[in-house]
């Protein structure tokens, strides 16, 4: 490392507790204008820094890390989620790589409840109505949706923020299922049930949500046929990625009414999502906020300062990735 502190592009405005940190510790250069910096922007702005704290807009594949210029050694997200970084790509150039696990855990499974509630209680079609001034008239007929208590949740990825969601869903009285690469030990578990397979999951699921990471082996997991696994009148919802999900079959399956609803905080191709979701009144829809509360987004960018802390002290992060 050079004389000094070390020098760290950050790609996005950060909260200010945050970037004071930062400014305390490091020579930082901040976005204040909070810009999405294209492919070229972020090359050239990140010539000799030592250090990239960059979040899930910014993409690092093989192409880009190989650009980066030699003088970059760790790359500290802010995200818990590092598929916009090939991390073998990173690994082979000696790049470290860290990312911001279970600070966010609660604020995610909050946005999975609230699209839980809000997709089967059919929310954003009663506000629209009612913003649009055309609730005109009320009857025991009227927007009626489906009861989440007492159901069957589904959930599949049990990491840190699956975990929350059971905890949180059992106060709904809900009977948790749940597949994961293992099972989990029996005091995390709790009551869930395990399912070895996505396939065997899926005919208990009254409300199916994802947690898993996006990776090779889980991109279009959610495909049509296992759509056709779930019980009818099923309701999904998704606040890990886009790319776990194929968007033409859920899409037909909320339009044929296989499934009575699904909310979604995250998409493929943020924020150009696929067009058929815009107008499907059963589809609950939010912009990427799982980890959006004051306190989750300090936290995330405190456990990011200090995995590079420890990068820079010579300690290993506690959350390296690659
Ligand atoms: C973050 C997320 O807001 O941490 C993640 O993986 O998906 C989000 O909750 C975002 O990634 C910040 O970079």
């Known amino acids: 490392?050079?004389?000094?502190?070390?020098?760290?592009?950050?790609?996005?405005?950060?909260?200010?507790?945050?970037?004071?940190?930062l400014a305390q510790d490091y020579a930082p250069r901040f976005n204040p204008e909070d810009k999405l910096y294209s492919r070229d922007e972020l090359l050239s702005r990140a010539a000799g820094v030592d250090a990239i704290l960059p979040c899930h807009t910014e993409r690092f594949g093989a192409d880009v890390i190989e650009a980066l210029p030699a003088s970059v050694r760790i790359i500290a997200n802010f995200s818990v989620g590092y598929d916009h970084v090939d991390v073998a790509a990173a690994r082979d150039k000696g790049i470290t790589v860290t990312n911001t696990p279970d600070v966010l855990s609660d604020a995610t499974a909050e946005i999975a409840m609230l699209l839980m509630l809000g997709a089967a209680r059919r929310a954003s079609e009663g506000e629209r109505l009612v913003r649009a001034a055309e609730w005109r008239d009320w009857s025991p007929a009227f927007m009626v949706g489906?009861?989440?208590?007492?159901?069957?949740?589904?959930?599949?990825?049990?990491?840190?923020?699956?975990?929350?969601?059971?905890?949180?869903?059992?106060?709904f009285e809900m009977t948790v299922h749940y597949h994961n690469r293992r099972p989990l030990a029996a005091e995390a578990a709790a009551d869930a049930i395990f399912h070895d397979s996505v396939e065997d999951l899926l005919p208990h699921c009254d409300f199916l949500s994802l947690h898993c990471p996006a990776t090779e082996e889980t991109r279009h997991l959610l495909n049509a046929a296992r759509i056709a696994l779930l019980?009818?009148?099923?309701?999904?919802?998704?606040?890990?990625?886009?790319?776990?999900?194929?968007?033409?079959?859920?899409?037909?399956?909320?339009?044929?009414?296989?499934?009575a609803a699904a909310g979604l905080d995250v998409f493929n191709n943020e924020p150009d999502i696929h067009p058929g979701y815009r107008d499907l009144s059963n589809a609950f829809l939010l912009p990427h906020i799982g980890s959006a509360t004051r306190e989750t987004r300090d936290a995330m960018g405190f456990r990011a300062l200090d995995n590079l802390d420890a990068f820079f002290t010579g300690r290993e992060p506690d959350d390296r990735v690659a």
């Open 231 to 259: 019980p009818d009148d099923a309701v999904v919802v998704n606040t890990a990625r886009g790319a776990i999900v194929d968007d033409d079959a859920l899409i037909a399956a909320l339009r044929s009414g296989k499934l």
């Open 146 to 171: 489906i009861q989440m208590t007492g159901k069957r949740l589904g959930i599949i990825g049990m990491g840190r923020v699956g975990q929350v969601l059971a905890k949180r869903a059992r106060g």
């Open 1 to 21: 490392m050079r004389e000094g502190k070390p020098e760290v592009l950050v790609t996005r405005k950060l909260p200010p507790a945050v970037e004071a940190r």
